[in-house]
């Protein structure tokens, strides 16, 4: 079982920076993949960006590139999503999530989520 918990969200104006951390447990993730999802109202869950826990390979949405910058601690089971140059349409709910091998734009294909953390930029 892996259990998972965001925190960092919070409101901030538009061009500013948030940092997420999401705090993992359980399981060992030596074979896992790790990613941010977002979820804005009305819209479906997308991804954001996910990283291989061991190698640290990483991978991003078209319309995070250059702004936002995925890590992991590996030997504190953290996880961060740096947000710089947020914008309104960035305002959703975020997620973290994880899985097994690779990294996948496909939420259904992640079994372990936790809570979120709401991100709102105002203009």
């Known amino acids: 079982q892996v259990h998972l918990a965001e925190s960092g969200g919070g409101l901030v104006q538009t061009g500013g920076s948030l940092r997420l951390s999401c705090a993992a447990s359980g399981r060992t993730f030596s074979q896992h993949v790790m990613a941010w999802f977002r979820q804005a109202p009305g819209k479906e869950r997308e991804f954001v960006a996910g990283?291989?826990?061991?190698?640290?390979?990483?991978l991003y949405a078209d319309s995070v590139k250059g702004r936002f910058t995925i890590s992991r601690d590996a030997a504190k089971n953290m996880m961060y999503l740096q947000m710089n140059r947020l914008q309104p349409m960035d305002t959703a709910l975020y997620y973290c999530?994880?899985?097994?091998?690779?990294?996948?734009?496909?939420?259904?294909?992640?079994?372990?989520w936790g809570q979120g953390t709401q991100v709102t930029v105002s203009s």
């Open positions: 999530a994880a899985r097994t091998v690779y990294i996948d734009y496909d939420p259904r294909s992640y079994g372990y």
């Open positions: 990283i291989v826990w061991t190698a640290g390979n990483t």
